[in-house]
């Protein structure tokens, strides 16, 4: 009793001592280059803790929640979905065309055809290497990887198809506009009715709210459906799944598709609540960064969300360090990966510490 | 605030930091400066100017026309704050955001002249990257200025693409070069950015002439490159950055177009250490055409309308 408290006790400091870790490793750079690393850090939690800054962490992390999701329903069962970079590239592309293409619906319907055509998008692009994969037992990493190339490619040249040919006199390669029924309305007056001083600039729109309602279906399908069960047994041990008479490759098949589809909306909350067009800007890396967010959240659908939130966190403090401090750029991107990499060090060691007390408290 | 890619370019960005270094010598006791650089995606973009804006910075610099539309959002916000974009311009006239444009067909068009007269074949050729009217632009000036000095010439123009990849596309770029210099041409300018890097590659195989562009490319070559460029066109952002800087020094900065010429010292021709020699006999005729545009006796032409005007008015 007394070593599960222990464990217990064990398992929640882990995140914490692993953002400590990477706060030293990376106080160490900062001194490194002639700056005070607490001050920096001060910085970054009092800019942090602005209106706008905290507008700003929820923006970056709604589209970090999709693709973490999307990550973690692949990799729950052994299916390394790399490819969700690509399938979001498409999703979004096919989103846009829904977006321009059709008009005079009601923006209700409107943006649920578009995120219906986002999700046919990811689909599409995920549906060949998990095809692949069942009959022919390629592995995904590779096909999914491959499939990221072809689908930045296969994107820019239809945007060069259906690119506006009448912009100005600056040269702006983007679809034609999207009309107001296509756009996301955004939570700034509605917070700021509630209180909460979000400014009114901020896209922070309706899809943080998707995402999180995404986040906890997903963990409850997982955790309470008959479906979710056989998954959960696929992961935790395949050959004895298939035993019990789970036909494992089926399962597996299907966490593919549903991850390809999930894939397809991570570009949406940019597409549709702040771009309002596709262009050759659009954001790009949200796949892998979300393959990050899993490993942080362990692939649990609920764990995505802290997750993706302090991604956001260490965006935003980046950019303030960026603009009121003399670190360069570079040294923040270095910061940023250090920091992320020394917690998934950490929470491994802190895991194989816990494996250790079970084991002797079974001896 | 740089484009994606940031410094280290070697190019658009880092002449853009030289222009903000040259102000800083010369009005450094008097000058705050700072460069940011957004991560890709528009989101960065916007939130770093606001954060700049909100800084009290006098004059916010956006290199690179991606910043259009982050930039005119931001400027409506910040009155007070002036603005300025490299190579972009807001849809709207906006009072507080200055475009820093470039005239890059006059450039193009003294570096087709010199590619006129110094052809042996009568045949030069021209890749531009993505086909969209700032790189026709480019094309229209070089093939007036080569017909201008050369009657006799053809020129050959081929385009590595229609998306934004057809400027990091150096394996087409070396392609679509070797294709023209097997049709003899000895001269080929790039507008192509990245994709460029495969012309010279071709010029060096087949041992004839390159024409760089924006920054002096003989001088970040691989040096067994350096030889076979004859010139660079220069698009000097250096330049639009210093004045644009000055002009809010000296309570002269207005907002709306400003377009660098020949006249302002925006585009131009590169002389170097290594291409000197060879071009001595060239630079009095090149000298002369530019005070010829300048001047306004030569409109060089922007588009492929106008240069059929233009050449039209030549065969005359």
């Known amino acids: ?263 397809g909306c991570v570009g949406l909350s940019d597409l549709l609540g702040r771009a309002g067009y596709f262009d050759i800007d659009f954001p790009k890396g949200l796949g892998f960064l979300g393959i990050s967010v899993a490993l942080l959240a362990r692939n649990d659908p609920l764990g995505v969300i802290p997750a993706a939130l302090l991604f956001g966190y260490l965006n935003r403090g980046a950019e303030g360090i960026q603009a009121f401090t003399n670190v360069p750029r570079e040294v923040i991107t270095i910061l940023e990966a250090l920091i992320i990499m020394a917690i998934v060090v950490a929470y491994e060691i802190m895991t194989r510490y816990v494996r250790v007390l079970r084991k002797q408290e079974v001896a | 605030m740089f484009d994606v890619g940031g410094r280290g370019d070697l190019s658009f960005n880092d002449m853009a930091y030289a222009g903000l ?126 017909k201008y000095a050369n009657r006799k010439v053809a020129v050959y123009a081929d385009y590595a693409g229609t998306t934004g990849e057809a400027f990091k596309d150096p394996v087409k770029g070396k392609e679509l070069a070797l294709a023209q210099y097997d049709r003899s041409a000895d001269v080929i300018y790039h507008a192509s950015g990245a994709t460029g890097v495969g012309v010279f590659e071709a010029a060096v195989t087949r041992n004839r002439k390159a024409i760089g562009v924006d920054a002096d490319q003989s001088l970040t070559v691989p040096a067994n490159e350096r030889l076979h460029i004859l010139t660079s066109m220069t698009k000097r952002v250096d330049v639009a950055v210093f004045g644009t800087i000055q002009a809010l020094i000296q309570s002269s900065w207005k907002p709306g177009p400003q377009v660098f010429g020949l006249k302002e010292g925006g585009v131009g021709y590169a002389v170097n250490q290594y291409n000197k020699t060879l071009l001595t006999p060239y630079v009095p005729k090149l000298e002369a055409l530019k005070k010829d545009i300048i001047g306004g006796k030569i409109k060089v032409p922007s588009t492929k309308l106008e240069l059929q005007t233009f050449l039209q008015s030549l065969g005359k």
């Not at chain 1, 490793?25 to 905290?54: C, R």
């Not at chain 2, 800084?55 to 539309?69: A, M, N, Q, R, S």
């Not at chain 2, 470039?102 to 002249?113: C, I, T």
Request: with cysteine.
């Open chain 1, 1 to 263: 009793m007394r070593s599960r408290g222990r464990l217990l006790l064990l398992q929640a400091a882990a995140p914490i001592v692993a953002v400590f870790a990477g706060g030293v490793i990376a106080s160490a750079i900062i001194l490194a280059i002639h700056e005070n690393p607490l001050s920096v850090f001060g910085l970054m939690a009092t800019f942090n803790m602005q209106a706008g800054s905290v507008a700003s962490i929820l923006t970056s992390a709604t589209p970090l929640i999709f693709a973490g999701v999307a990550t973690a329903i692949g990799f729950q069962v052994n299916v390394f979905n790399i490819g969700i970079e690509g399938q979001y590239y498409i999703g979004a592309f096919a989103a846009s065309l829904a977006a321009f293409g059709l008009r005079g619906f009601p923006a209700p319907i409107h943006l649920v055809l578009i995120i219906t055509a986002a999700m046919l998008g990811g689909l599409l692009w995920v549906w060949l290497p998990a095809f692949l994969r069942r009959r022919r037992g390629a592995h995904e990493v590779i096909t999914t990887i491959m499939m990221n190339y072809i689908a930045f490619n296969v994107v820019l040249y239809l945007l060069g198809l259906v690119r506006d040919r009448n912009l100005g006199s600056t040269v702006r390669i983007r679809t034609p506009l999207f009309p107001p029924s296509a756009q996301m309305p955004h939570l700034a007056p509605l917070l700021n009715a509630l209180g909460a001083p979000i400014p009114g600039y901020s896209p922070l729109n309706w899809f943080l709210v998707i995402a999180l309602a995404l986040a906890i279906v997903v963990w409850f399908w997982l955790r309470r459906s008959r479906f979710g069960y056989e998954a959960r047994a696929t992961a935790l041990n395949p050959l004895a799944a298939e035993a019990a008479g789970i036909v494992v490759g089926r399962v597996q098949f299907v966490m593919f598709l549903v991850s390809g589809a999930v894939a």
């Open chain 2, 21 to 146: 270094e040259r102000a800083v010598k010369t009005y450094g006791a008097r000058l705050t400066t700072k460069y940011l650089e957004p991560t890709s995606g528009g989101q960065g973009r916007e939130e770093l100017l606001r954060l700049l804006a909100e800084g009290k910075y006098d004059l916010i610099i956006g290199v690179g026309f991606l910043f259009t539309d982050a930039m005119t959002k931001v400027a409506k916000d910040f009155p007070a704050a002036r603005f300025a974009i490299v190579d972009g311009c807001p849809d709207a006239p906006t009072a507080n955001v200055a475009c820093l444009l470039f005239k890059e067909q006059e450039g193009s068009f003294l570096v087709g002249a010199l590619a006129g007269m110094y052809t042996k074949t009568n045949k030069v050729g021209f890749v531009g990257g993505m086909k969209i009217p700032l790189i026709e632009r480019f094309e229209a000036g070089y093939t007036a200025g080569a």
